[in-house]
């Protein structure tokens, strides 16, 4: 490695975006979540404290001023958006927003809603379902990474949330036969 931060990837803060918002969680709470689970900060000391004062009023419902910034355990704001996480940070967050739907009885792809003209998240998850028979990959994560992969070089679809409606039956075709020579091959 040269050093350099691995910044958050363009294809994890719409899922972040979406998953925030299926769970209704409003903009002074998303940034408490940010704030209180990511140990740096990349906004200036006087920014963090506006923002921490309007957080902080806000929750306790009363104005608080800067002498709050005198006391000891005083505990700056850390982060105000995702953007500025690192990518294993982000992996890391989007796991625990998944969790957090799960609860509420979510299913894969349910954070990309129905959209006009898009793969609906049922067909999405049957795509997913279909590549995980085919794929040799352990983790979900890296079957994932291989799916896209694999739809960018023979669909040139970037990511499985850029499927659209009248693609779909293409790829299931495709995957079934996949599917159909990997049990040619194994026997």
Same mark, same amino acid.
């Given at each position: 490695?040269?050093?350099? &931060? ?19 969680? %409003? @903009? ?8 209180? @689970? ?10 963090? @404290? ?9 929750? #306790?419902?009363?104005?608080? %001023? =800067? ?23 982000? $992996? ?8 957090? #739907? ?11 809603? =129905? &959209?006009? !003209? ?12 279909? $590549? ?9 994560? =890296?079957? =994932?990474?291989?799916?896209?992969? $694999?739809?960018?070089? *023979?669909?040139?679809?970037? *990511? ?8 779909? !039956? ?12 990997? @049990?040619?091959? !194994?026997?």
């Amino acid at each position: 490695m040269r050093g350099v &931060r691995n910044g958050i990837q363009k294809s994890q803060i719409g899922p972040i975006h979406a998953m925030i918002h299926k769970l209704k969680i %409003d @903009r002074d709470l998303y940034m408490e979540m940010l704030m209180t @689970r990511f140990p740096y900060s990349e906004v200036s000391p006087i920014k963090e @404290r506006e923002l921490y004062l309007s957080v902080y009023s806000h929750y #306790l419902g009363i104005e608080v %001023d =800067d002498s709050v910034f005198l006391k000891k355990d005083f505990v700056p704001p850390r982060l105000s958006t995702c953007k500025k996480l690192t990518s294993a940070d982000a $992996w890391r967050f989007i796991a625990e927003l998944k969790s957090m #739907l799960h609860q509420t009885g979510y299913k894969p792809y349910d954070e990309y809603g =129905d &959209r006009p !003209g898009m793969a609906k998240p049922a067909a999405l998850r049957k795509i997913a379902a279909m $590549w995980a028979a085919v794929t040799r990959q352990k983790t979900r994560h =890296d079957k =994932d990474v291989a799916l896209n992969r $694999w739809l960018d070089h *023979h669909f040139h679809i970037s *990511h499985i949330r850029f499927i659209e409606d009248d693609q779909v !039956g293409k790829i299931l075709f495709t995957l079934k036969a996949m599917k159909a020579q990997a @049990r040619t091959e !194994g026997v």
